[in-house]
């Protein structure tokens, strides 16, 4: 099966330039100008973009949490995250309540084995490390080709680990070259604002932001930076919001620490009043770390910019607002957490990101996808264009004008958190591994074609940053 990509300009990391592309089954073989192959598919990029597949390392499909279920499942959440232009997830394999991570992983698989339509792979989740899950870890951690495990400091009453446990992590990160992944916040002093903050009759969702400041996060970041230090190991900080935290993840890796940081479109595109919509609305925004006031999306964008934080997650965790978000209807600490971000957050990165002239080309092909790609141990099969990787590559059409709308979107869910933005650019077809995913804007994908990814660990090769984020 040969496929002929012709007349696009390639956009990678590194370049941006007009070329032909050869997939031959799964690979690239060539990239060039007029490449011709008998019998080859020819499929036309004139005006086009053609970008590496995006690689999503922070996804929540078909998990329990906050007594109750994610409503995006592997089949509906992998076909949404195709048509925003993903090709790879790093989804996180809950290990809680489960008898041995054995087992965990092994249901991990069954949610995803039938339903993935594009390649995956999954973080360990851990809240509690005694001696039987030490030792299995490495055990685990290699036979499953896994090198990355994470770690709440949220979630008092579900994942919170102790500081013990974090220090536990990352030793046995640094013994396995795993890359710890941290969710920073203060769960403990979280739980008691939510105590005083319903104690005083609190209902509303908007408390849901104001009982997690930011100055929890700022905290939560500086610990697992120092501890990560002195245990030696890596630390890649999840979903980053704020100032407080920005400017930790700068210190440290100005001092050479091997720190990375994640955010999410949210966090750069939205602020914290749209929690205060009226008639319970404010429970579609509802995720943590909230969205924080106007002013740090400006700082986000500037670390981005500098290469201070590297990646941007979906952080896809969804639930329905006429479904589980009125869990909390009456109590803003029961409202599930998390919101419906896989399909989009390409899309949005490249619009309020490149469109906007606040990031290149390049530095969005870095940032939705490369980065994830080197950090998790996945380039260059993943994560990039060249002759030997995977033929994982998104059409893009810069020039379409949209609105994002629950309306139009695939995901399993009754809202959008971006209802009504108007975005330019959109992934027209999709390939993983050579196959045709989405073609002209239609699935074409098969359920179960996703191919589990096994990863090795990557070096870190990072010393200084290369710029300072303005901390103004
Ligand atoms: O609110 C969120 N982010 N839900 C998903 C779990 C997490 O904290 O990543
Ligand atoms: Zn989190
Ligand atoms: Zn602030
Ligand atoms: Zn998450």
Redesign the pocket.
């Known amino acids: 099966m040969k496929k002929i990509i012709k007349g696009g300009t390639i956009a990678t990391a590194t370049d941006l330039f007009k070329a032909d592309i050869l997939i031959e089954d799964e690979k690239i073989t060539q990239i060039g100008l007029n490449l011709s192959a008998k019998d080859a598919e020819i499929i036309d990029a004139s005006g086009k973009y053609v970008f590496p597949g995006g690689v999503d390392p922070?996804t929540?499909l078909d998990?329990p949490?906050n007594n109750t279920v994610t409503d995006d499942n592997w089949e509906t959440g992998t076909i949404a995250a195709a048509f925003g232009g993903t090709t790879t997830i790093l989804d996180?394999c809950l290990t809680a309540g489960e008898k041995n991570l054995a087992d965990a992983v092994k249901k991990w698989h069954e949610k995803a084995a039938d339903k993935a339509v594009i390649d995956y792979g999954f973080h360990l989740m851990v809240s509690e490390l005694d001696d039987a899950t030490l030792k299995e870890l490495p055990i685990i951690l290699e036979k499953e080709g896994i090198t990355s495990i994470k770690v709440?400091l949220?979630?008092a009453k579900e994942f919170q680990a102790t500081d013990r446990t974090l220090f536990q992590a990352f030793k046995a990160g640094k013994q396995n070259n795993a890359v710890i992944m941290v969710?920073c916040e203060n769960g403990s002093v979280i739980d008691e604002l939510v105590n005083e903050a319903k104690a005083s009759g609190h209902t509303d969702p908007i408390y849901h932001a104001l009982t997690r400041p930011p100055e929890l996060e700022g905290e939560a970041t500086k610990r697992a930076i120092e501890l990560a230090h002195i245990a030696d190991a890596k630390l890649y900080v999840?979903?980053v919001t704020c100032k407080e935290a920005v400017d930790e993840i700068i210190k440290a890796r100005e001092k050479g620490y091997k720190v990375f940081g994640e955010t999410c479109p949210p966090y750069l595109t939205l602020d914290q009043t749209e929690l205060e919509r009226p008639n319970f609305e404010g429970a579609k925004y509802?995720?943590?770390?909230p969205l924080r006031p106007k002013g740090h999306q400006e700082h986000l964008w500037n670390a981005l910019k500098a290469k201070q934080l590297q990646t941007i997650g979906s952080?896809q965790?969804s639930f329905n607002f006429n479904g589980k978000k009125q869990l909390g209807r009456d109590d803003f600490s029961k409202i599930p957490?998390?919101?419906p971000f896989i399909e989009d957050r390409f899309s949005v990165l490249y619009s309020e990101g490149v469109h906007k002239g606040r990031i290149t080309i390049n530095e969005f092909v870095e940032s939705i996808s490369t980065n994830a790609a080197k950090i998790f141990g996945l380039f260059p099969q993943k994560g990039t264009i060249a002759i030997g990787s995977d033929a994982d590559i998104v059409i893009f059409d810069p020039t379409i004008e949209r609105e994002i709308s629950a309306k139009t979107h695939h995901m399993n869910v009754d809202y959008s958190a971006f209802e009504g933005m108007k975005v330019t650019g959109e992934p027209v077809s999709v390939l993983s591994r050579g196959k045709f995913v989405i073609k002209d804007k239609t699935f074409v994908g098969q359920l179960g074609s996703g191919k589990y990814l096994k990863r090795t660990s990557s070096p870190f090769t990072e010393k200084k940053s290369k710029a300072v984020a303005s901390t103004k």
């Open positions: 922070h929540h998990m949490f996180f709440f949220a979630y969710h999840v979903h509802v995720w943590s770390p952080d965790c957490n998390g919101g």
